[in-house]
């Protein structure tokens, strides 16, 4: 079972990336590898989430400023696509995310408004002291990527609001395979767990390690 969802996740991903480096060909739009990567990662487990009925819904927040950004037109196009090619309905806060990707923000570049209090200092900090572990631990020196602090907060955030508020996901199909499989990378999200707790005295369970896991990946495999 676990090997045949590996199975059907990657052809899915596949697809997806190919739709992706298609509108980003289409609008010449110039990306690292790393940026593709994340925003791929993003849309599988976005569809993934949605065919298996466990979509996440993102807060209300001021994401929405970028729908008069520039990229916002492209990240439409692609969720449309996919939307009819997976034949599934995504979120159209999405549309948001993947234009953050498509011009290398952050979350901690726009007034991002959390319904409950997120000190925008601890969370960098929170990154920071994860990355240095991680080099100590691991020997992995993720601050060689310039890109992985984009990719991290975009998922990180959304991640630790569900923490704050008691929704944790408890359902992701791929934790098995993830933790037994992508070992290092889980470790780094245990590593980044572990900061969490020191922080918020909250931890992540298995089911949001695992996906973090994937982003962890994202990198660790460039």
Do not use: W
Request: glycine share 2%; net charge negative; hydrophobic share 35%.
């Amino acid at each position: 079972m676990v090997i045949e969802l590996n199975r059907t996740f990657d052809k899915r991903k596949s697809e997806i990336e190919n739709t992706v480096k298609e509108f980003i060909k289409k609008y010449n739009i110039d990306l690292s590898q790393t940026i593709i990567d994340n925003i791929v990662i993003h849309l599988s487990l976005c569809v993934s989430r949605e065919i298996n009925g466990s979509y996440i819904h993102t807060s209300e927040s001021q994401i929405h400023h970028l729908k008069h950004h520039e990229y916002y037109i492209v990240a439409k196009e692609i969720i449309l696509s996919l939307e009819d090619k997976f034949e599934v309905s995504i979120d159209k806060d999405q549309i948001c995310y993947i234009t953050m990707y498509l011009a290398n923000m952050n979350l901690l570049d726009i007034d991002f408004n959390f319904e409950y209090d997120l000190d925008e200092d601890i969370l960098e900090e929170i990154i920071n002291e994860t990355t240095i572990l991680i080099k100590d631990k691991l020997n992995i020196d993720l601050k060689k990527n310039n890109e992985f602090y984009t990719g991290m907060t975009l998922h990180f955030f959304p991640a630790l609001e569900r923490l704050k508020n008691n929704e944790q996901l408890t359902d992701n199909p791929l934790k098995d395979y993830i933790q037994a499989q992508h070992q290092v990378e889980f470790h780094c999200a245990e590593i980044l767990n572990e900061v969490v707790k020191k922080y918020y005295n909250e931890k992540f369970n298995e089911h949001e390690l695992a996906y973090i896991a994937l982003h962890f990946g994202t990198i660790i495999e460039r």
